[in-house]
């Protein structure tokens, strides 16, 4: 990497290179004095590559200062250092970093570039005026001002860094502005905004060419203009480039375009960058809700927190992808991301496979949830963070809305809160004039928002759990654009938002498990999730999935009651005993003698047929939504669910009663591995009876072990109340099941992960080394 690093920035032969700066960190967690200065010797120090979370290879801590709203996990002071060479002169580079936790403040060669209290947005720095043969990077990161969140933040540098090299003469950080004020299936209009920057010391006559490559990369048009750029000064140059008969890219065919930018000075190329859009109309409309390429589409959204559970904050986006999948295959097209910026290769993965994401940027203003939370900056920084995130965020196709804050505790004082709400707006609109505004609302009826002028003030309003008044305020003033920004997950709601076309659709809290945000010891995660914070489907995700699923399902459960000292069933923990009734996936209950078992299940078919080891049970239909319930004398053996439309068989469903533990299972989404930290095999380990049926009260402890290379990153099994480290090689089961993450090394080869438990057959699972 070192070498290949010399070589690049000591020729002269190319316009811009994008490097990867996340290899070869040295790490101190830890104050550290002085370890900002160029003469410092960190040699001692670990050496880490970033994207690193350290806060979550840490203990649980009932003492912790981040409580349990920051999951009972460490925080704290940390330094990272990086030397690197430079040889090139007449170049202008910057480091680029997709997030930082929290408080950042780097160093070049000890001088300090700047601070950056906010943890969740990117930022960069320019390196030029103080490069030289050899260079030391610093960056201290602080999360000590504690509690500083309601939900677990990690800390450190969590997300990645680049660094970018440049001419003097190139398009500008995040320059590129791709929109489609024009669509349909005959042709779209591609309108392109590039803001090109000239630091060379002299005005500059440029050639300004955009060309527009479709989604199979062949050339679909280009446009080209004349710039001139004064020294010192910004220029923007405006272009339009009409595609016929154009690949939209929608939910169900996200289709992606690239536009490839380029300037020329003389003949002589200076700068190239490429930008992903993708061509599609997309609107909020009064009375048809969401609109996307002129077809009403309802959004079935989830609210998602930013942390991938045994991980951290530290997300490899495999991770990401597998539980986007999951939430896919529940009939999810929507994406909140809750309550704040995500890291960018999010962004891109929902482009590619068609989410839509509102966008949010804060939790709150000026008045706090949290002694030190971001209200401490928020007057100084708002403008500033939200004008880069959405600079940065404006060219995915999966952005349709940005929100500009989550139950924000101003808004009782409208004289405070609606000339903030302006100002915020304003800078949406500047940096980004076209997708809409919104806010999610805190009860609005309560702080008058809705007769005050506030709530107008946004282009979509967005309400929090109050539907009914969301929908009364459609009805009291004409025109109004209405969605709702955070349901629960009763059925009742999902109505409101499904028969009221004027309703643009809502977001579930929550769509994963997420650490942090728990009330009491030793719960260190928020359980309300479709998935759990491992990634294994829950039963509210199966009850969700039959309202909307467009694929023909059906999911059985047992529905036990419980009593609020004592869980329904040995071996389950159960965390909302007040509930009083509890899913259960399985046939295999504590009590298998004679009882009665109450069977509910969920389908989108017409009717479901019912049978017990091959006796049927009755047809029963299907009221809309609703599921349908059985009371049935338990008998060990087989129960199964068939859908039916039509008369005809749709799906099915299967629950077996299982015996004692006997092997372990190993599945992955993965057949091979790489040493690319954005690529990860998840290994789902579940322990079975002789049989293959998973033991759902089974809690045996499995050690995993390694041979070849390859490397255990994290475990989890989902237990919110499990204490367990997560950098570990073993875990016990929760529930039947565990879950392993694995990455490649540097050498090739095949790799095998066993998993071993007392009294259990080794389960193994066989990878190849991918490039």
Not at 381 to 403: E, F, K, M, Q
Not at 619 to 644: I, S, Y
Request: hydrophobic letters at 40%.
């Amino acid at each position: 990497m070192l070498a290949l690093l010399v070589a690049i920035l000591s020729s002269s032969a190319f316009a811009r290179e994008i490097l990867p700066f996340d290899d070869g960190w040295q790490f101190h967690q830890g104050d550290a004095a002085g370890a900002e200065n160029e003469s410092f010797d960190g040699s001692g120090w670990q050496t880490v590559a970033v994207p690193h979370d350290w806060s979550i290879a840490g203990k649980f801590d009932k003492s912790a200062p981040t409580t349990g709203s920051g999951g009972w996990l460490p925080s704290g002071v940390a330094w990272y250092r990086k030397e690197f060479p430079f040889g090139e002169k007449d170049k202008r580079v910057w480091i680029e970093f997709d997030g930082v936790m929290a408080n950042a403040e780097v160093w070049i060669n000890g001088h300090s570039l700047g601070k950056r209290p906010n943890g969740y947005v990117s930022f960069r720095h320019d390196l030029t005026p103080h490069l030289k043969a050899k260079n030391v990077l610093v960056v201290k990161a602080d999360t000590t001002p504690q509690p500083a969140s309601r939900w677990y933040t990690g800390a450190g540098i969590y997300r990645h860094v680049r660094m970018v090299v440049a001419d003097p003469v190139h398009v500008a950080p995040w320059g590129v502005f791709v929109s489609t004020p024009q669509v349909d299936t005959a042709k779209a209009t591609v309108k392109i905004e590039t803001k090109v920057a000239n630091t060379s010391g002299a005005e500059t006559k440029l050639t300004l060419r955009s060309t527009v490559l479709g989604p199979d990369g062949k050339e679909l048009a280009t446009a080209s203009s004349d710039l001139v750029v004064a020294e010192g000064k910004d220029g923007t140059g405006t272009q339009q480039i009409v595609v016929p008969n154009p690949k939209l890219w929608g939910i169900d065919e996200p289709r992606l375009h690239r536009l490839v930018t380029t300037l020329t000075s003389d003949g002589k190329e200076l700068d190239k960058v490429t930008t992903t859009f993708g061509i599609r109309s997309a609107e909020f409309t009064t009375d048809r809700g969401f609109v996307l390429n002129g077809k009403q589409v309802k959004m079935k959204g989830v609210c998602l927190h930013h942390d991938g559970g045994a991980v951290g904050a530290a997300v490899p986006l495999a991770v990401w992808e597998r539980r986007l999948k999951k939430l896919r295959e529940l009939g999810v097209n929507s994406i909140r991301t809750a309550h704040n910026p995500p890291a960018p290769e999010f962004l891109d993965l929902c482009d590619r496979m068609g989410f839509l994401v509102m966008d949010e940027f804060f939790d709150c203003w000026t008045k706090g949830k949290n002694k030190q939370d971001y209200h401490r900056f928020f007057k100084e920084w708002s403008h500033t963070d939200l004008r880069d995130g959405v600079l940065r965020d404006r060219n995915h196709p999966s952005v349709i809305l940005y929100s500009v804050g989550n139950e924000i505790h101003d808004t009782p004082k409208p004289d405070i809160a609606i000339p903030i709400l302006k100002g915020l707006v304003e800078v949406c609109h500047e940096a980004d004039p076209t997708r809409p505004v919104t806010q999610a609302l805190f009860r609005p009826n309560v702080s008058k928002d809705f007769t005050n002028g506030l709530a107008d003030l946004l282009d979509v309003i967005g309400v929090n759990y109050r539907d009914g008044e969301l929908l009364q305020a459609w009805k009291d003033k004409p025109g109004r654009k209405i969605f709702g920004s955070e349901q629960g997950h009763d059925r009742s709601t999902w109505f409101d938002c499904r028969d009221n076309p004027q309703h643009a659709g809502q977001f579930l809290w929550v769509g994963i498990d997420y650490l942090g945000e728990a009330r009491s010891w030793p719960v260190t995660t928020f359980n309300a999730g479709l998935l759990d914070r491992a990634g294994f489907v829950q039963p509210r995700g199966v009850e969700r999935q039959s309202w909307w699923s467009e694929k023909p399902m059906v999911g059985t459960f047992r529905r036990v009651a419980t009593t609020e000292e004592t869980p329904a069933d040995p071996g389950y923990e159960a965390v909302e005993w007040k509930r009083r009734q509890v899913l259960f996936p399985d046939w295999t209950p504590a009590n298998q003698g004679a009882h009665e078992e109450n069977v509910e299940v969920y389908t989108n078919a017409s009717e479901v047929e019912l049978f017990l080891n091959d006796k049927s049970l009755g047809k029963k239909p299907v009221r809309k939504d609703f599921a349908l319930n059985w009371k049935v004398p338990f008998e060990a053996g087989t129960l199964k669910a068939v859908a039916f439309n039509d008369g005809k068989e749709v799906a099915s469903n299967n629950l077996r009663t299982a015996g004692k533990p006997a092997k372990l299972l190993l599945k992955s989404d993965q057949s091979g591995l790489s040493r690319t930290w954005d690529r990860m095999a998840s290994v789902e380990v579940f322990v079975t009876d002789a049989n293959g049926v998973v033991v759902p009260t089974a809690s045996n402890k499995i050690a995993f072990s390694i041979e070849g290379p390859g490397k255990i990153v994290a475990v989890d099994n989902g237990s919110v109340v499990s204490l367990e480290p997560f950098q570990a090689s073993e875990r016990e089961a929760f529930q039947g099941r565990a879950l392993v993450l694995l990455r490649g090394a540097e050498e090739q080869g095949k790799v095998v992960l066993k998993a071993r438990g007392e009294g259990l057959e080794t389960g193994e699972l066989v990878f190849q080394w991918k490039q």
